[in-house]
């Protein structure tokens, strides 16, 4: 995959107070998701208005398309549409107005049919001549939406866009997302729902105090920190571990009646088979197994508090 | 050059004006009738003429000046802060757009609002007194000028401004006093000497002076001295948008 956005040693300080983002480096590839994660204050909407111009630059450079953003703004704003956490719109102006006016203010041509299709999969297209104060909530961020991506952009930064908004809607926005995904747009959204992260993202970037932490393939992320556990029931209740199997760490819960069992499926051996052998030759029998895995919402929390 | 995206900003604040018609256009003209009602007709009437014109017609000019630069300044500076209070200057940040071109688009329009009520109040004179500009292309020239200096001057209070009152303060405690005591509806020669010195520390009697020339040939300070400040006028604001847009003021996070 090709790099379609580079930043390199990124610092940002407002004014005098605290780095918002310290030396940070990040590549991002072209027609991938890409949610970075972090708690609030971290530096992800700094590094985004870094991209964006919304905010200007201590040091560093960043480049999208192999475009240096201050040199070359014209030519990298160009393919990049944003989508603030903020519901931010002019409140009497009609829908298709408001999308048509992002539109020419990156330099393109009218184009109804372009957008008439847009609103439409938006579901937008039956409210178009609505005034934007009269929508609700839900349909003012798919305006948001549709003027990010009015100039047809590459690159789509979503911050925080399933913020305030209920369940029904924000799976309509993964369905959006990977949508634009599958047509090649290149998307890095940031958001506090982990859970958002996991269904959607190829790509986890985990920013904390404004340093990057991590960046890596979900999947991989997942089976790297994930630990899974084994709860075993058993058929006869035990007061205490015996000494045969001190060697698994196993947790006793349920007043005796079941323990857990720690282990990392990215190891060679996971050790089950010889802790259920160990069990079966001191004759402790088993009534149920099941197994737990950690969720990244789990592996954020560990990787932050580390 | 962005040119749409100037256009672009262009016609959004021109329909923003359309939207809101009674106060863009018919608050401003509404006001200036009842300036030459009380002024031109009933105090006019009992007022000898200056310098060979009528109180009448001597007032027009000041009238005209008085109007287009509240005018420039509170549509520019609304123009710039709107988008700032609702948080959509994010639009015009990332969009591929220079300093530059915001800037046109944004004080092209409030000149194009200002210039317009300035030759509506002008049409709406001749309903009361007859009049005959002498240097009809300067006049033209003159009022264009003061009204795209006075929009740069409304669009570096809109980004410096941060809140509603704010924006007001400097239309409505500087501008406005500066304006009547600027000479709109008298000569500075009218007052007692201490306070025609005074008088010349006010910025506005040069601008109402250059222009009440065009009219009628005769001002309070000489038309090249007027002509000098307006120019300086309009220099010292691009000046200050020039530094606001360069280090980002109150614009960049």
Redesign the interface.
């Known amino acids: 995959m090709s790099v379609i956005i580079s930043v390199e040693n990124l610092v940002k300080v407002?004014g005098n107070e605290f780095p918002a983002v310290k030396n940070l480096n990040l590549n991002i590839n072209k027609g991938e998701i890409i949610a970075l994660l972090g708690p609030n204050g971290a530096g992800k909407t700094?590094l985004i208005?870094t991209i964006?111009?919304?905010?200007?630059i201590t040091s560093g450079t960043i480049k999208v398309n192999n475009l240096d953003v201050i040199k070359d703004?014209?030519?990298t704003?160009?393919i990049?549409g944003?989508v603030?956490q903020?519901l931010?719109?002019?409140?009497?102006e009609k829908v298709m107005?408001a999308v048509r006016?992002?539109r020419?203010?990156?330099?393109?041509?009218d184009d109804n049919v372009y957008l008439d299709k847009l609103l439409t999969k938006l579901q937008l297209f039956e409210k178009k001549n609505n005034i934007i104060k009269s929508l609700s909530g839900g349909m003012k961020r798919r305006v948001m939406i549709a003027?990010a991506l009015s100039h047809n952009p590459q690159i789509l930064f979503l911050d925080e866009p399933t913020a305030g908004v209920d369940v029904e809607l924000r799976k309509d926005m993964w369905n959006i997302i990977k949508e634009l995904k599958a047509e090649g747009v290149t998307i890095i959204l940031t958001t506090h729902y982990i859970e958002e992260a996991e269904m959607i993202a190829d790509r986890i970037g985990i920013i904390n105090k404004g340093e990057l932490l991590l960046v890596e393939e979900k999947n991989k992320l997942i089976k790297r920190m994930s630990v899974k556990t084994l709860k075993i029931k058993l058929k006869k209740t035990l007061t205490q571990i015996p000494k045969k199997l001190n060697k698994y760490n196993l947790k006793l819960i349920d007043e005796g009646n079941s323990f857990h069992y720690f282990y990392n499926t990215s190891k060679e051996k996971t050790g089950i088979t010889s802790l259920l052998y160990d069990m079966n030759e001191i004759g402790i029998n088993l009534f149920d197994i099941q197994t737990e895995e950690t969720s990244l919402e789990e592996i954020f929390v560990k990787i932050i508090k580390d | 050059m962005n040119l749409r995206g100037i256009r672009a900003i262009y016609i959004y604040e021109m329909n923003r004006s359309f939207r809101t018609l009674i106060q863009s256009l018919v608050s401003p003209v509404l006001s200036t009738i009842l300036y030459f009602i009380v002024f031109g007709a009933a105090i006019g009437s009992r007022m000898e003429n200056i310098s060979n014109v009528s109180y009448g017609e001597f007032i027009v000019p000041g009238l005209i000046m008085l109007t287009v630069q509240m005018q420039s300044v509170n549509n520019a500076s609304f123009g710039i802060y709107f988008p700032k209070f609702i948080g959509t200057t994010y639009e015009l940040l990332s969009a591929p757009l220079s300093f530059v071109e915001i800037v046109i688009g944004y004080v092209g329009a409030a000149t194009t609002k200002a210039f317009s009520i300035g030759l509506i109040i002008l049409a709406t004179s001749y309903l009361f007194v007859n009049i005959e500009i002498m240097h009809p292309f300067f006049m033209i020239f003159f009022l264009l000028l003061t009204c795209i200096t006075f929009s740069l001057l409304g669009f570096i209070i809109g980004i410096v401004s941060d809140n509603f009152e704010q924006l007001n303060i400097v239309p409505m405690l500087i501008i406005t006093p500066l304006v009547f005591l600027g000479g709109s509806f008298y000569t500075i020669d009218m007052l007692p000497v201490f306070w025609q010195n005074f008088a010349l520390l006010n910025p506005i009697v040069y601008l109402i002076s250059g222009f009440r020339w065009a009219f009628f040939g005769i001002g309070d300070v000489p038309i090249i001295t007027s002509v000098i400040f307006i120019l300086l006028f309009t220099s010292s604001c691009v000046g200050v948008i020039w530094y606001i847009f360069k280090t980002g003021y109150r614009i960049k996070n």
């Open positions: 407002y700094t208005s964006c111009g919304l905010a200007s703004y014209r030519k704003r160009e990049i944003l603030p903020e931010a719109l002019e409140p009497f107005n006016f992002s020419r203010l990156f330099g393109k041509k003027k």
